[in-house]
């Protein structure tokens, strides 16, 4: 089974900057796995609190994780700046799903890649909601077209 190749910045609508931290790395010395699914969700929610889409104490609907992967190309440590870069791969009715790519601060491919997939839920009730028409617009020019995109 071949592996893909990684993505490069080009593949990639959005971008949020996030630097690592000492606590990041792990007994290995490199990034432990866990931070990079904690990369992606500050970049997409970056992406929607800056966008005024997302109030964190009172937006009616909230995106939750419903499901998630990532695959690695090389290791980050500490300390680096690491850019996150973003697109939307799929709007649905009640779903979004984001492709993410990690990147070394000037390095034009992805060190890694993942996705995760947001479900609309009502705040209070925690049942499915079809996404706002106003998040819908706002995500429509990060979405990438299915003929030409490698999912991540």
């Keep these: 089974m071949s592996r893909p190749s990684p993505g490069t910045r080009a593949d990639y609508r959005f971008f949020h900057e996030i630097t690592t931290r000492w606590g990041d790395n792990d007994v290995y010395g490199h990034v432990n796995n866990v931070i990079y699914y904690s990369w992606f969700d500050t970049a997409v ?54 492709e993410l790519g990690i990147f070394r601060h000037h390095e034009a491919g992805a060190v890694a ?29 990060f979405l990438i077209s299915p003929r030409t995109k490698e999912s991540a």
Excluded: K, Q, W
């Excluded at 937006?59 to 300390?79: D, K, L, M, W």
């Excluded at 995760?116 to 819908?136: A, I, Q």
């Design 113 to 141: 890649e993942g996705y995760f997939v947001h479900v609309y839920v009502d705040r209070t009730s925690m049942r499915p909601v079809p996404m706002p028409e106003r998040l819908r617009a706002a995500l429509s020019p």
């Design 45 to 98: 929610n970056a992406l929607l609190i800056e966008n005024e889409l997302l109030d964190l104490g009172a937006s009616r609907e909230i995106g939750i994780v419903a499901e998630n992967g990532c695959r690695y190309h090389a290791s980050v440590t500490f300390p680096e700046r690491i850019t996150v870069g973003g697109r939307v791969a799929r709007l649905g009715t009640s779903a979004v799903r984001y």
